[in-house]
Every structure is written in C-alpha cells, then in structure tokens.
C-alpha cells in the first residue's frame, strides 16, 4: 500500500501526453478490469458495494480455511484473480498445505475489483457441495452469518485421532452436544451453551485446581478446554494478565487447535497465536509470547526456548495445557516441559507456577497386573503433571451415553492357509542366503547361528538389523578383506530382510503382491552396481521365480483372511449401503496391497478405497506428505471414499471423521490404542471387528479390555480418597523421581575435536574427513573439497522438488566399483551446488585408534559442528 501510494503520487507529476490512457491500459492488461471500469466511467460504486462482502470473507476467514479445499474451487474463480494470484495459490496448496492455500486465496478475493467475485465464489462452493456455500450469503447480514456458523459447528460431526492422539475437533467445539435451538450467538458474542457433563469435567480446573481430565474420545474435551480457558482468563484484572499456552503434540493437531482457539477467542477480543516447527524459524518465540493472551505450541519449541533461555521459565504462563497428555512420561517434550516446573516447584522458587490441564481419552495402566499397581500408575502421570485431581463424567453418565456410543465389539478367528508352498520357497532362499552369509567369515559366521529365529516375523526383523549394523562395524587388519567381507554380508542381510517383508506381506495379503514386491527389490538391483554377490543372489531367485508366479496365481492359495474380509464387508454394506469404514493394518506394504485387492474384486466395487499412512521413512517405503494426508482425509469426509485403509499413523496426529465400521486387520496395541481406536466408530449401531489368524493377538485384546476395567476402577478408588493423602502421594513420587533425575544428570557431550574419517557403510571405501564437514542451516550436512567429489556419483533424482532453500536434483552414491551404496542427494543450495549426506549411509573411524561407529541420526554423532559458510566454497 505504501508502494501504490508513492506510485500515484509519481503518476499526478507526470506530464507526458497519454498518461491516463496509457495507466488505464496498464491496470486492463495486468488484470485489474473493475479499477479499470471503475477509473474511465469515474463511477466507484459497484466497487464500494464489494465492501460487503469483503467484511463477510474477512469475518468467515477461520471457517474457510477450515472448510475450504482451495485447489477445488480454483479453476471456478481465476477469472476473478490475477493470473500471478492463482499461480502463487497454487504453489502455496503444494509447499504448505491447503489451510495456507486458502489463507492466500481470502488474501486475493479481498484484493479483487471483479464485481462477479462473491458470485462467481458462491457458484464455486455450491458446485463442490460445500457446506461453506450455506454461510456464502451476504444479504443476510453478518448477525445469521455468524449464528450459522455455530450452529454449523454444533452440528457437525466432530473429528478424531488415529492411535494415542487425541480429536482436535476443529470443526465441532461440543461434539454434537449441541443443538441448533439451544445456540445463543450474536453480534454482541454469548458462550455457547455446554452440556452438563462437560461443565462438570471443566469444573476443578474453574476452581483453579491442576486438573487431568479424562473423558471419552467425541465428548468435546476440546470444548471443555474452551471453557476452562475462557473462565480463566476472565478472572483476570486491575492491569494483571493471563497468558495461556496450549500444546498439541503434532503439527496437524496443532494447525486444527490454533484454528479452533482463534475462531473462538478473537471473537472475544483475545489475542491468539501459533509456533510450531513448521514456522518456528521465521516466527520470534519470545515477542509472540509476549503480545499474545493464547499461544498454540507444538511442545518442543517451549523445551528448546527453556533451555537456551530466551523463555527464562515456565512463570510466563499462568495456565499450561497439555492435549493428549498421557505421553507425559520418559523423554517426551511434555515431561521435559513438566521437569522445568517441577524443578521451580520443588526447588522452593518464589516465581508463580502456572495452573496445569491435561486431556486424555485414557491415562493408561502401564504395565500394572493389579488395581493396586494401575493406582500407582495413574498417580505417576498426576506426579508428573502435578495434578491434585482426576476429572471424569460421574453424575452426567447418562447425557453421556446418549453422546458417546460405543461400537459392538466382534473378535473373529481365521485359519492360516492349510499349505503354504509360496513361504517354504522363499524361507528355502533365506536358509541359503543365511549359509553364504555365514560362510563368508568366520569371525561372523557365529551371528547366524542363534536359533529359534522364524522367518516372516517382526522378531526376524529386528534380528537381521541387528546384525546388519554389527557387520558395518566390523574390523580387520586386511582393510580390503574388510571391504570384502563388510560389502558382501551387507548385501545378504539386505537381501535377508526383503525375504522376510515378502513372507509378512504374503501373511497378510496376496501372495502375487508379496511377489511384485520382490520383483521390485532385484529390478532395482540390476540397476545398480550388481556385482558378482548380487549375480549370484539374482540367480538363486530367478530359478525359483516361475514357481513362485505360479503359486502367486494359483486360486487355491487365496488367503482366508481376504476371504472373512470380504465377507464382512458384503454383509456391511449391504445392510448398510451408506457405510463409512476404517481398515486398520500394521504396514505401508499393506495399505498399497489391500487397496489394490479391493480395486482388482469386481464383486467390492461398490468401496472407493482411499489410503492413510504416516509421513515418516521406513524399509518398505516412504511416507505421505502433509498435503497427501490432509487430501486423503477431506476426500473420505467428503463421502469421494467410502473406506480408508490406515496404518496407526502414530506420530502424526492425523483427523479423521466419523464413521460406522471399523476393522483392525491384525492390529492390537496397548490399552490406550485401543480406546481411542474403538473410539473412530461412534454412530448408533457402529461395530468394531478385529480380524486375525493368531490367537495371541485375541487374547491381547481381551487383556486390554481386562486393563481399560482396570482403570476405570483405579480411577475410582483414587477419587475417592482423601485429598491430603492424594497429595502426600503425589508429592512423594515426584521428591523421589526428582531425587533420580538428579542422580542420573548427564551432563552435554563434549563434541569431540579430534578428525575422524567417514567410510561407506558397504564398501568401507574413504568417503570424507569430518574437518570438511559443514552444518548447513542447522539440519543438513555437506561436504567440502573436491576429493569428495571424486568419491561419488550421482543419479537424476526421480522425484526432484523445491523444498525450503534447497532443491533436490539428483542422487549421490559411492563411486567404488561394484558398490553403489546411496549416500544421500546433491541439491541447488541458494547459489550453489552441494552434496548432503546422511550419517547412516556411513562408519565413523577413529584414525588413531582405528575403532568404528555407527549412528543413525546425526545428533547421535557429537564431532565438532562447523557451520557452512560461503566464503568456504570460494576457497
């Protein structure tokens, strides 16, 4: 704006013939047609009439971020936008997400001098039957827009959490607790209206006690926490401030709450912000916690704010809330966070502590056998949140039910395949496979003789890890014989564990894709160096490979856990033609294998499969991004897929909305797991299925539904006690466990300064000195000097992108003859043209002492951190 000022300021001082004209063709040819009409006619007034619905966009922004899938509507209103503004909407939907998308695209339309624009909008939404359109009407003032908008959120099903999150309920701050009647909302802002149960959860921490509240997944908790946070700041005044943080553990949660609290609170005059790891870096820590009433954090920016100090201590804040605050234990963030108020509590500070909430579906029993051990337990988790009380709905219990159903529950048993010539040929080829490893050095041979080992086990897996990684490590006098010996056993637990997912895939799924995946594996080794040991292993397999195709297609092979699957879900559905399913399974393989079972089974093709994965690395295969995840789950709300097969996306706190059936496909956990994924079907008349072959897996659920009894009881018990004797207890573990962590302090690492060398983890060739290693921007790790590129070649990487600053152009791997081990990316770096490696991928020598290493993630390597700096690549 300042910008356009001085440009018409500049514009008036001209005194060239054609001026005007030649500015009005200006604005017409970049787009700007109504300033454009409005400038020639000297007539403003449809452009002042667009004000409306400016103010309308402005105050409905959380709600369309929220609701709105920018990529979807786009092509219906570029007319409307500058070609730049779609293009950058564009690029923003891919690099940051659709919230941010559709953040940008509010920014455009409220820019936008096309009359058409809040038409050409409501024609948009309306085409994608979104429920936004319902709130796209401006001639009916803000004051209904407003009350819509809650009563929307009353309405709508509210959202939930895969594995031990909890539902950020973004979209629905009761959880259907309310109805449209019972919404007081104007202009002049009136709360919503809770109900009784929910008032009764928010009731100790009004009171100003430290509070766990533990409640059902779909009650609304995050309402309660609504609520708590509403009351407490209003007991503020006379010039004091409250200042409230609230932690949500994964950057998806996070993005929903910090939604949910500024729809909420900025509505009341409240300030509201949000720093996660997504935008820690470009956000100051410090100044929005200074000039903020509610903060949205994901946990670990506080700890790492604590400990360099620029946040001096907890005292900031006057309320701390914990989502999901079971996983206060070991080394979380959440415990880290709670050990700096337990330090000031127990330390006898005279600063003010803040008041702690924490919300759970379920606090767990750990690994207590009786009431008396789950009491301790739970008492532990109030330790370490200094929680005087546990908040459960006790008196409310019927309003409750009528909320929160709870699936039927069926456990079904099925028969392994009578025969199964497919696993006796592939657990042939690793009992080969084992016999060359072992045959390879006598030293090590001694690894593979541990017995009791069953091929197309998870223990398998980890057993060949282990191993893998001690062969990295191994050493010689003969360097080229450790070469040798290092190179040729790094490729036989390679090809050991590729087996073994194979037989775990078949397991579960089709015995053809277990098979594909195999192909996959050795089409990828011929492609790289394949020297005589993968000759070899290629041969071994491709001799059995047309028995192998033959058995993969043989109909009597078919797995009788696809048989009761299918059954299921014909039966399901044909009740219920509307139904609305979550296919739980352990693995990535898995999810890729039944999708494409579903979509190959004609008599299945009424399902429209879509799939959920976490975003992290694994053996198998990589990740989903957050815009493939967020994209998977806006098509399942949107009825575009009627089942979702997921894996536990345990680390990613994902959303998912309601549905009516849920199978777990060989899938148990822990008691907390189960909670919250019975919790996924919550309509009336919702089932939950678990299916599988093992008789374990039956009996680990009933002991979790034995353990959830077992809490509620310990629950019970512990309030009924005397409040001075909870707080003696409470008291007590954490005076002992501070008196452990004391004892255990370790103190920082002291980087070690002495040069190392780096050498392929499979060859054991030279790669790099750690003297030529540099950090660069804090994560990522480059290589000085030319005799390093030397040491490598590299590929076309085939999914090259843009991220941050960098852009990943190519692969790199070790340019030893027959080894080709992948070291990590070469990218375009601002100016320049870097490798950046990945410590796995390596061995670390002592040069003097000749000893090894190896880690996996570079802050388990503590040498002395260089930061890259420009002026060394001039050098």
Known sequence: MEAASLFLQCL???????????????????????????????????????EEHRLLL????????????????LPEISEC?????????????CTKGMMAGAEKMVDCLLKSDKENWPKALKLALEKENSKFSELWMADEGIRNIEAKAVEDDGMEISNIQIFIQEEPESQNFSANSLLPSEVPFNNSYSPLKPRNYQVELALPAKKGKNTIICAPTGCGKTFVSLLICEHHLKQFSHGRQGKIVFFANHIPVYEQQANVFSRYFERLGYRVAGISGANADSIPVQHTIENNDIIILTPQILVNNLKNGTIPSVSVFTLMV?????NTNKHHPYNQIMFSYLDQKLGGSADPLPQVVGLTASVGVGDAKTVEEAMFHICRLCAALDASVIATVRHNVEELEQVVYKPEKISRKVESRTTNTFKSIISQLMKETEHLAKNVSAELGMLFQIQNREFGTQKYEQWIVAVHKACMVFRMPDKEEESRICKALFLYTSHLRKYNDALIISEDAQMKDALNYLKHFFQDVRAAAFDETEQDLTRRFEEKLEELEKVSVDPSNENPKLKDLYLILQEEYHLNPETKTILFVKTRA????????IEENSALSFLKPGILTGRGKTNQATGM???AQKCALETFRASGDN??????????GIDIAQCNLVILYEYVGNVIKMIQTRGRGRARGSKCFLLTSNADVIEKENV??????????????????DEMKFAETVRCIQTDEKLTRDSQHKPQPVPDRENKKLLCGKCKALACYTADIRVVEKSHYTVLGNAFKERFVYKLHPKPKIYDSFEKKAKIFCARQNCGHDWGIHVRYKAFEIPVIKIESFVVEDIATGAQNRHSKWKDFHFDRIQFDATDMSK
């Not at 402005?58 to 509507?73: G, M, N, S, V, Y």
């Not at 936008?81 to 939907?93: D, F, V």
């Open 58 to 73: 402005r105050r409905l922004q959380p709600e369309f971020k929220a609701r709105i899938i920018p990529t979807d509507i």
């Open 12 to 50: 008036l001082q001209l005194q060239t013939d054609g001026w005007f004209r030649a500015f009005l063709d200006a604005l017409y040819h970049a787009g700007y047609c109504g300033l454009y009409e409005a400038i020639e006619s000297w007539d403003f007034k449809k452009i002042e009439k667009l």
């Open 322 to 326: 914990f989502d999901e605050c079971h």
């Open 590 to 597: 898995l999810v890729d294998a039944l999708k494409k079972w």
């Open 81 to 93: 936008l500058i070609n730049q503004e779609c293009e950058e909407i564009k690029q923003i939907c």
């Open 625 to 627: 991004t957050h815009p």
């Open 704 to 721: 979790n539904v034995f353990k959830e009894k077992m809490m509620n009881e310990s629950i019970s018990r512990l309030q009924m006690w």
């Open 643 to 652: 089942i979702l097969i997921a894996t536990s996306v345990a680390d990613e």
